[in-house]
């Protein structure tokens, strides 16, 4: 794959790589799963995120890709609106748009659009619930779907690191660590393949959808 190519794509990879985990191989959380009780440490950080029902802001991710012999850079905006999914806008160093929705996901470039259907691909909506809960910070769901461990940072903070449950899932993302506050602040995403994504938030806001952001979740 050419440069420019993975440029594109970067932007989401950690979007990509949980749709690849959930490509018909992956399994839901069991019922006895769900209804686990979670730490106290892991309560009391859910309680400290912010839960406005629109999140947005800036991010810049550095993703190592084995070939490669410089990291990837890409910086955009992100846009997380609960109970409807995900826009992330890369600006730099190539323009894309990535929406995720329960029902599709769809990719613009200036090579056109690509989308993905979920009644074509079933395994579409648990992507929505991962990558919800890793991107908006739902730290009680991601306790049912992996190994947790971690700690409260200072009154505000914490950080934790998830090791998927599924031996399906780990194939393809072995670990996840994240650390944040009212937001989740930073997530490094470490691939079964060895490769790994860094990815800073900033300027964490609640505003509400503009009619253009409303429109791409249609």
């Known amino acids: 794959m050419k440069r420019r190519q993975l440029m594109t794509w970067m932007g989401g990879a950690v979007l990509m790589s949980f749709w690849q985990a959930h490509d018909g191989h992956a399994q839901s959380p069991s019922p006895s799963q769900s209804q686990s009780s979670l730490p106290d440490w892991l309560t009391e950080a859910a309680r400290r995120m912010d839960n406005a029902v629109v999140i947005r802001g800036d991010f810049e991710q550095i993703k190592a890709i084995k070939g490669f012999k410089k990291p990837l850079l890409s910086r955009g905006r992100f846009l997380i609106a609960r109970g409807q999914g995900i826009q992330w806008l890369t600006l730099e160093p190539f323009p894309s ?122």
Do not use: C, Y
């Open 97 to 218: 748009t990535l929406v995720v929705t329960r029902e599709r996901l769809m990719t613009v470039t200036e090579g056109g659009v690509q989308q993905m259907d979920a009644r074509q691909e079933p395994g579409l909506r648990a992507v929505n619930e991962l990558l919800m809960a890793v991107l908006g910070g739902d730290l009680r769901a991601l306790g049912k779907r992996f190994q947790v461990d971690g700690a409260l940072q200072g009154s505000q903070g914490w950080r934790m690191s998830l090791v998927p449950k599924d031996e399906a899932l780990r194939r393809f993302i072995a670990r996840i660590d994240m650390e944040g506050d009212r937001h989740v602040q930073q997530v490094r995403l470490t691939e079964g393949s060895g490769d790994e994504s860094r990815i800073r938030f900033a300027h964490h806001s609640s505003t509400s959808l503009t009619q253009a952001e409303a429109a791409r979740f249609n």
